[in-house]
């Protein structure tokens, strides 16, 4: 396994190098763009970096305005032609095919996924299962779509409902999480029978490109799935107005999602927005102080603290501030922050500069407004995006970090002295993804997990993701749910079929 990143360009190149030519399967490792059931090679690239060096890992098709609306027209006729009548038994088994291809390629995608963002190794394979978890889960839910029989208030009449793909799938995903956001949104959409016009993230654009590949393998029909890297912002704006887009699914900064939201009205296209968080986490006196450490680790520091659903803010009791630091401050001190295919490593870079950045940023802010620095503090010396892990304590409302999402390596703890501010303290955002708490007190469980204005709560847990649980927000965080039983409806509409002058 590759351990050596010192930064320099030649060793940057060995580490690249090394990682690629260890691939099972080297074609999975693809630069081109999937148009119209063909890969493509577009005469304009652009780069993408590899976050522990800070050096170019590679150049991947830029698509342009022109291509999106070509893989547009051809993912309507795939749509209309055929793929919308085949029956939810045959996708179920090319998704079933798809998710063991997958699996199977655990290995080659867990480390192209690493070598684009970051992440270690064995987060990235960790991925790779839950981006598979999602086309099992929905291999099984495309021939649950049951439709209903209603009695009709009219002799002689019934009424039926038939459940139907809503049509083209505009897919826009992020990059802290390149496998299981795609599959999250298209796994769903081919169950239900819609092809997908893919926006994968630019900085990630790889992972997204072996999936498709081994999708195409499974059996998928190659015009049911394009898929366009770009840098040009004007694709977003297309997959959003275009007419024979039917439905815009995003996952992104909320600033983005309401742009994508209001010009998606144009069409009256509907849209699942799964936006930005700013995820307390409330640690109560009566807490398993062991347990609630371990899940702000897991839920603060997973991908270095780039995932919407991460603890922005660790709200704890004022009884129990020194012992809950103390036992979070010992953990973030076992880090081991490298490069994330060096098997020593247990926390990665961040993936980009902006990201550095704005940790560093949310993090002078708060010491200069009277917090304290328990461990971590800055960017260390050297190339590659790294910020150390972070602990502040004596954090306030005052702080930029009570308010925005950091996305990055950074606990901030904040105190409090009863439920009510807790409860207060939690709600003050505009924000309402995820939320977190504590306690032993079953009385204190039910009260406070209603009271917390989030779309997903996790109770002595930092750990909520999974295929069968919904996934989406409230408030400034979205709308749609992802994943579960409800996943698939996004994809879908509902026909009613009113049977009239029977002669029942
Ligand atoms: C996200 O950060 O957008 C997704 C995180 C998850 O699925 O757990």
């Avoid at 590899?50 to 547009?72: H, M, Q, W, Y």
């Avoid at 949104?185 to 990630?204: D, L, M, Q």
């Avoid at 390596?409 to 505009?430: G, M, S």
Wanted: one cysteine or more.
């Amino acid at each position: 396994m590759v351990s050596e990143s010192n930064g320099t360009a030649a060793s940057a190149e060995t580490y690249h190098q090394k990682a690629i030519s260890s691939l099972k399967d080297g074609s999975l490792f693809i630069a081109e763009a999937f148009i119209d059931g063909e890969w493509v090679k577009k005469e304009k690239e652009f780069d993408v970096y590899e976050p522990s060096t800070a050096t170019v890992l590679g150049r991947v098709s830029n698509c342009e305005l022109a291509d999106f609306k070509a893989a547009i027209s051809s993912a309507e006729k795939a749509q209309t032609e055929f793929w919308e009548s085949t029956t939810a038994a045959q996708r179920g088994a090319i998704l079933r095919k798809w998710n063991d291809l997958i699996l199977a390629n655990t290995d080659d995608i867990g480390t192209i996924l690493s070598l684009e963002n970051g992440k270690t190794l064995s987060e990235a394979k960790g991925e790779v299962a839950y981006a598979a978890s999602f086309v099992a889960w929905f291999a099984e839910e495309a021939t649950r779509a049951y439709g209903d029989t209603i009695p009709s208030s009219t002799p002689h009449t019934t009424v039926l409902t038939f459940k139907e793909p809503i049509g083209v799938c505009g897919i826009i995903t992020p990059w802290n999480f390149p496998a299981a956001m795609i599959t999250r949104k298209i796994a769903p959409a081919f169950a239900a029978g819609c092809s997908v016009v893919i926006k994968p993230p630019s900085e990630t654009p790889y992972t997204c490109a072996a999936l498709t590949k081994l999708a195409l393998q499974a059996g998928l029909p190659p015009k049911v799935i394009q898929v366009l890297p770009t840098k040009d912002r004007a694709a977003a704006t297309e997959l959003a107005t275009n007419a024979g887009v039917k439905k815009i699914s995003f996952t992104g900064s909320t600033g983005v999602g309401k742009m994508l939201a209001k010009l998606a009205t144009g069409t009256l296209k509907r849209a699942s927005l799964e936006l930005g968080g700013n995820a307390p986490f409330i640690v109560f006196e009566d807490a398993d102080l062991d347990l609630a450490a371990e899940g702000a680790m897991f839920c603060k520091f997973r991908c270095s603290g780039q995932t919407c659903v991460c603890a922005n803010r660790i709200i704890v009791q004022e009884s129990i501030l020194e012992a809950f630091t103390a036992k979070l401050v010992e953990k973030v001190k076992a880090l081991k922050t490298g490069p994330g295919l060096d098997p020593n490593t247990t926390q990665g870079p961040l993936v980009n500069k902006s990201g550095v950045d704005k940790t560093a940023q949310h993090v002078q802010d708060a010491v200069s407004k009277g917090a304290k620095i328990a461990i971590g503090g800055s960017a260390p010396e050297g190339s590659g995006f790294y910020f150390s892990p972070t602990v502040l304590t004596g954090v306030t409302e005052d702080m930029l970090v009570a308010n925005d999402e950091t996305f990055g390596p950074l606990a901030p703890i904040f105190t409090f002295k009863t439920e009510a501010d807790a409860v207060r303290l939690a709600n003050a955002t505009e924000f309402g993804l995820a939320g977190y708490f504590f306690s032993k007190d079953i009385g204190r469980v039910m009260r406070v997990a209603r009271k917390l204005e989030c779309g997903m709560v996790g109770v002595n847990t930092g750990k909520i993701s999974a295929a069968e649980a919904p996934f989406g927000g409230v408030k400034e965080s979205g709308y749609g749910r992802e994943g579960s039983m409800y996943g698939i409806a996004e994809y879908q509409t509902i026909k009613s079929v009113t049977i009239g002058n029977l002669n029942l």
